[in-house]
């Protein structure tokens, strides 16, 4: 029996298509530092992977909707912008530990 593993054998939302939020600050850039206000290419990674399985992307950020979209544009990525804390992912992606989804990562 082949057991490969899939986003739906970690979690099995209620919908059909998985909703993943990425935070902006600290998330998909560098905050401080040398790097600051460059791209976390792991993070995007990371956002492109679960992209690949079909999910819906978001991205948000504290910093209001017009600083995220503006972020996600130069990033190149697809994905709706949203406030942030607007609804209830099923994965959200952050520097920091929250509680914004229904499962939370934190890289």
């Not at 059909?16 to 600051?36: E, P």
């Amino acid at each position: 029996m082949d057991h490969k593993m899939t986003l739906w054998s970690i979690y099995e939302p209620k919908e059909k298509v998985m909703k993943v939020c990425f935070d902006v600050d600290g998330t998909l850039i560098h905050l401080a530092g040398h790097y600051s206000d460059t791209p976390r290419y792991d993070v995007i990674q990371l956002f492109k992977l679960f992209q690949s399985f079909g999910c819906e992307m978001y991205v948000w950020s504290g910093g209001g909707i017009y600083y995220a979209k503006r972020w996600a544009e130069k990033l190149g990525l697809d994905c709706t912008v949203v406030a942030k804390g607007s609804f209830t992912p099923d994965i959200a992606v952050d520097d920091e530990a929250v509680s914004l989804g229904k499962v939370n990562m934190q890289v």
